[in-house]
T-cell receptor, first 113, second 114 residues
Framework: KQEVTQIPAALSVPEGENLVLNCSFT??????LQWFRQDPGKGLTSLLL?????REQTSGRLNASLDKSSGRSTLYIAASQPGDSATYLC????????????FGKGTKLSVIP | NAGVTQTPKFQVLKTGQSMTLQCAQD?????MYWYRQDPGMGLRLIYY???????DKGEVPNGYNVSRLNKREFSLRLESAAPSQTSVYFC?????????????FGAGTRLSVL
């Protein structure tokens, strides 16, 4: 059974800092890995998706990397802003013939002005 | 496009009552999913439908039933609600490998069972 772990559970940084969120998974037989953002009381917004054959994906100030062999992914946020404050969820896509996502419990990020 | 729409947004039930959570997507996606999110547990898959006419159990299916009414709609039914089913429920949809398998989520239904 795939298990996804996110460290740290919570993180507080001053505005302008660069930061890294970590995600690890136990089964390297994955199709892809997706990073989501969730604001309080809201649904999930997809930020980046990395296919298993890729090493990284970039969108604006966000960069996600994937090391499938070691079961790790990182989400790098450059020049953090108060608007980045949210919970970030890592989800691993796998399942031969019946694609499913397995989620980590998330990292709650607070960016202090 | 509205994306994934869930109704209702909030609901309070008494133990033993039944209700159906509705989900509809307008993106012509093949697959649809129901998750629940509980504090400290993350999102867990309840049921999914890989394509119209099929449904399968996820990690936590007990106490729930689903119906894939057509390609657009996927409903989740609680036949006899229990306090343990107090949670936030999310519906999601996915087109398939040609779109990278990205899942799109609704805004959620917040359910309290007293």
């Amino acid at each position: 059974k795939q298990e996804v772990t996110q460290i740290p559970a919570a993180l507080s940084v001053p505005e302008g800092e660069n930061l890294v969120l970590n995600c690890s998974f136990t089964d390297s037989a994955i199709y892809n890995l997706q990073w989501f953002r969730q604001d309080p009381g809201k649904g999930l917004t997809s930020l980046l998706l990395i296919q298993s054959s890729q090493r990284e994906q970039t969108s604006g100030r966000l960069n996600a990397s994937l090391d499938k062999s070691s079961g790790r992914s990182t989400l790098y946020i450059a020049a953090s802003q108060p608007g980045d404050s949210a919970t970030y969820l890592c989800a691993v896509g796998s399942g031969a013939g019946s694609y499913q996502l397995t989620f980590g419990k998330g990292t709650k990020l607070s960016v202090i002005p | 496009n509205a994306g994934v729409t869930q109704t209702p947004k909030f609901q309070v039930l008494k133990t033993g009552q039944s209700m159906t959570l509705q989900c509809a997507q307008d993106m012509n996606h093949n697959s649809m999913y129901w998750y629940r999110q509980d504090p400290g547990m993350g999102l867990r898959l309840i049921y999914y439908s890989a394509s119209e006419g099929t449904t399968d159990k996820g990690e936590v299916p007990n106490g729930y039933n689903v119906s894939r009414l057509n390609k657009r709609e996927f409903s989740l039914r609680l036949e006899s609600a229990a306090p343990s089913q107090t949670s936030v429920y999310f519906c999601a949809s996915r087109r398939g490998p040609d779109s990278g398998n990205i899942q799109y989520f609704g805004a959620g239904t917040r359910l309290s069972v007293l």
